[in-house]
């Protein structure tokens, strides 16, 4: 039984719910995320009640127990966001996701380190996106961020991590959120990081969304793991990690 | 090539939008829709955005053109929807929908009605649900309030209309959507129905979104109404009329 660490559930039809299941993908995080840019924060908190209300319905039917994470996203970043800053204080949430930086901007730094002081403050795991471009700066500076606010190591996974910035990520201590898919890594790649550093720090996720993106990369990436570098590896990497951070 | 007059692509996956499009069904008109009750009435003008901005360029490139619909469905009307019907007022929409009525609730009634009132004044069509429980009395109210409204026959569909409702409806007037779905009506049922009764005044559709529904009954459909009535007859059920009747 596998567990997608990081994917967005409301970009996915029933039918792939129910590939996820039949593919041996029983568990995952779903995170929080709009596709525009919202003109209200309100629609945040609406779409934080979809998910946690909604949609680990619609995941359970198809077969997949579904943990909802809420926040901001920095591509989705509302006017007068304090509105969602205080339903964020004011809530119990199970993780906070996915938050980060994408163009590293004075608004996306305010924005990812309210969240991060929320988190540290109520115990939250928190899933931290790392942007496609500019992905080495970007990750440096949440690095800093996170180190600034002497953030918990147990309490943040960086996520989407690749060869470029692994090392860096490595050095902090925190948890690594691998993404295997077309464009990221291969499940080879997944298996090649996995054998070289230990399982230890790693989770395996697909981020499959919205996009024309492939469903089950996380039970490939787990049998290319198994096959590579071992069966406890492999449960830790596509399961057991996420179930930690998570304190599931 | 097929046009699904109703569906909800929303709830649908990449991959069910690449079915939709591998099955002909080339052209869909999507329906808004919150599948919970939105807390906030600003959440309804960004999913709207959502549905508009973004939707229809996912549905393009999985290969589908897509006609969006706005509107609040009865199953999720806002507090202070006043604020939606301002913006209803104000915007350029090609079609209200879903709009209904699904309990027959003074809200309901007089929600549905501020929305036809826009539509009228702005010759906008509406597409407009009928539900599963309570069909009858709820499609004889939802003429009733169209009758007083004097609303144009061309400019509403009343959809989900099943045997039960089929006659009042054609008495009416007002187009006639077939929902072609397990637990509605079957491919046969569809092609039944046009036989008996002339294809002038139905469109197909599948009503398909986050539940586990069939996605390309349309397809299905059209082959038995083909099959059972004619090329012609195929051809405006399942795509000239919703083409007609949205005016494109």
Same mark, same amino acid.
């Given at each position: ?19 996820? #299941? ?46 909802? *994470? /809420?926040? &901001? $996203? ?7 966001? !304090? ?7 004011? !809530?119990? =949430?199970?993780?906070?996701?996915? &938050?980060?930086?994408?163009? /590293? ?8 380190? #309210? ?13 931290? $996106? ?5 992905? %080495? ?23 989407? /991590? ?12 925190? =948890? ?7 464009? %990221?890594? #291969?499940?080879?790649?997944? *298996? ?57």
């Amino acid at each position: 039984m596998y567990f997608d660490s990081h994917l967005h559930t409301e970009g996915l039809g029933f039918s792939d719910l129910k590939k996820l #299941s039949e593919a041996g993908i029983k568990e995952v995080c779903s995170l929080a995320f709009f596709p525009i840019e919202p003109k209200f924060p309100q629609t945040m908190v609406d779409l934080f009640r979809k998910l946690t209300e909604f949609e680990t319905l619609r995941c359970e039917a198809a077969g997949v127990k579904m943990y909802p *994470a /809420v926040g &901001i $996203h920095p591509r989705c970043i509302p006017p007068d966001y !304090g509105f969602v800053m205080k339903h964020l204080e004011e !809530g119990e =949430w199970l993780a906070f996701g996915e &938050i980060g930086l994408e163009n /590293v901007t004075k608004e996306e730094i305010e924005v990812l380190t #309210s969240q991060l002081e929320i988190a540290k403050e109520r115990d939250i795991p928190c899933i931290i $996106h790392t942007p496609r471009g500019n992905k %080495k700066s970007a990750t440096e500076k949440t690095l800093e961020i996170l180190e600034k606010l002497d953030f918990p190591v147990e309490l943040a996974v960086i996520d989407h /991590v690749n060869f470029e910035t692994l090392d860096m990520v490595l050095r902090s201590g925190y =948890w690594i959120g691998l993404t295997v898919q077309p464009g %990221k890594l #291969s499940p080879d790649d997944a *298996a090649r990081i996995v054998l070289e550093h230990g399982s230890e720090k790693f989770m395996l996720n697909s981020d499959a969304g919205y996009r024309d993106t492939e469903i089950t990369t996380v039970a490939e990436a787990a049998k290319k793991v198994m096959e590579v570098v071992g069966e406890k590896e492999m449960r830790s990497v596509a399961r057991d990690n996420a179930r930690k951070f998570l304190r599931l």
